[in-house]
């Protein structure tokens, strides 16, 4: 094992525990359940966006699954908090193009942060859903909460 996949696996482990985001969240303007039947990884993802639907404010998830899926959860509200949607989107994307790289070429680790830390699942296909359930939550959040009202 290399340094960096050391630090990597650290990364994953210590936000499985940790599970930044857990909990419940007030004023949600929308929420998605997703599940990932081939793990048995389930989860809720709440956001708060501002009121023009531009930014997430906060964002907040419940769910039960392997590490991974719980790691990559905490992960995400660490590194989507405070941007606006489309910068989340563009993350989103490039998170699920790394996953999607079968370990190959050389994940953007300057906007993906320590979302890069899932660069060694895209080598094992089936814990590349598990990675990128929370992903996949907030997209359909995003969806649900569409523009505002009026
Ligand atoms: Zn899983």
Request: hydrophobic share 40%; net charge negative.
């Amino acid at each position: 094992m290399s340094g960096l996949e050391g630090l990597y696996q650290q990364i994953i482990l210590d936000h499985s525990k940790a599970r930044h985001g857990d909990g419940e969240l007030t004023d949600a303007t929308a929420e998605h359940h997703e599940l990932n039947p081939s793990c048995g990884d389930e989860l809720t993802m709440r956001i708060r966006l501002d009121p023009a639907h531009e930014r997430i404010e906060e964002l907040a998830w419940r769910g039960d699954g392997c590490s991974i899926s719980m790691a990559s959860a905490s992960v995400l509200v660490d590194s989507v908090r405070g941007l606006t949607v489309a910068e989340a989107q563009s993350l989103t994307d490039a998170f699920r193009e790394m996953l999607r790289s079968q370990g190959r070429g050389e994940p953007d680790v300057e906007l993906l942060g320590d979302a890069v830390a899932f660069h060694g699942v895209s080598k094992y296909v089936m814990r590349v859903k598990c990675a990128m359930l929370a992903w996949v939550a907030l997209e359909a959040a995003v969806a649900k909460a569409g523009s505002p009202a009026g």
